[in-house]
Nanobody, 123 residues
Framework: QVQLVESGGGLVQAGGSLRLSCAAS????????MGWFRQAPGKEREFVAA????????DYSDSVKGRFTISRDNAKNTVYLQMNSLKPEDTAVYYC????????????????WGQGTQVTVSS
């Protein structure tokens, strides 16, 4: 079992930055692939970024590539999402998720989810 708690969301102006954190419980955090997803009102949940258990492999959606950076600190059981050059279309609830095995973009393949943190980008 893995429990995930996101933090760091808030209101920011376009062009600004935020760093999201996701703290995980359990001693096996380092075994898990971690992903960030987001869901805007009326839209499906979409992939944002993912990172392998070692941190050696990362993947990003085209919409955030070059602006967002995913990282992890296995000693602190925490994964981060640094978001720069934010745009109004980045407004959504952001979720972190965990799974074993390979990095994937499919939400259904992730086994554990946090409760989400709201990110609002004003124009």
């Amino acid at each position: 079992q893995v429990q995930l708690v996101e933090s760091g969301g808030g209101l920011v102006q376009a062009g600004g930055s935020l760093r999201l954190s996701c703290a995980a419980s359990g001693r096996t955090f380092s075994r898990y692939v971690m992903g960030w997803f987001r869901q805007a009102p009326g839209k499906e949940r979409e992939f944002v970024a993912a990172i392998s258990w070692s941190g050696a492999l990362t993947d990003y959606s085209d919409s955030v590539k070059g602006r967002f950076t995913i990282s992890r600190d296995n000693a602190k059981n925490t994964v981060y999402l640094q978001m720069n050059s934010l745009k109004p279309e980045d407004t959504a609830v952001y979720y972190c998720a965990a799974k074993l095995a390979a990095v994937t973009r499919t939400p259904a393949s992730y086994d554990y989810w946090g409760q989400g943190t709201q990110v609002t980008v004003s124009s």
